[in-house]
């Protein structure tokens, strides 16, 4: 059983930044990319960004583009998500995954106006 533990979460100005992090408690021997999606209040979980495996791959939602930056350390499966410029509509909690298969449980960030 693996378990992914984020932490960095807080709350911050407008146009402040935060770094999130997420460590997986064990290696799965497979290989899956990492990333992070969020949820905010009577809204849906949406994709953040994602990573793969080897790092060279990355995807990011367009509103956070330029903004956001997600990396990975393979041999420590951890995966991290630096925010730089956020905004009030950043609030939400934020979790990580590995693969599909594991989640977190979740940190909140909070932007306020």
């Known amino acids: 059983q693996v378990e992914l533990v984020e932490s960095g979460g807080g709350l911050v100005q407008t146009g402040g930044s935060l770094r999130l992090s997420c460590a997986a408690s064990s290696h799965t021997g497979d290989i899956y990319s990492m990333g992070w999606s969020r949820q905010a209040p009577g809204k849906d979980r949406e994709t953040v960004a994602v990573?793969?495996?080897?790092?060279?791959?990355?995807y990011y939602k367009d509103s956070v583009k330029g903004r956001f930056i997600i990396s990975r350390d393979g041999a420590q499966n951890t995966v991290h998500l630096q925010m730089n410029g956020l905004k009030p509509e950043d609030t939400a909690v934020y979790y990580c995954?590995?693969?599909?298969?594991?989640w977190g449980q979740g940190t909140q960030v909070t932007v306020s106006s």
């Open positions: 995954n590995l693969g599909d298969y594991w």
């Open positions: 990573i793969s495996w080897s790092g060279g791959s990355t």
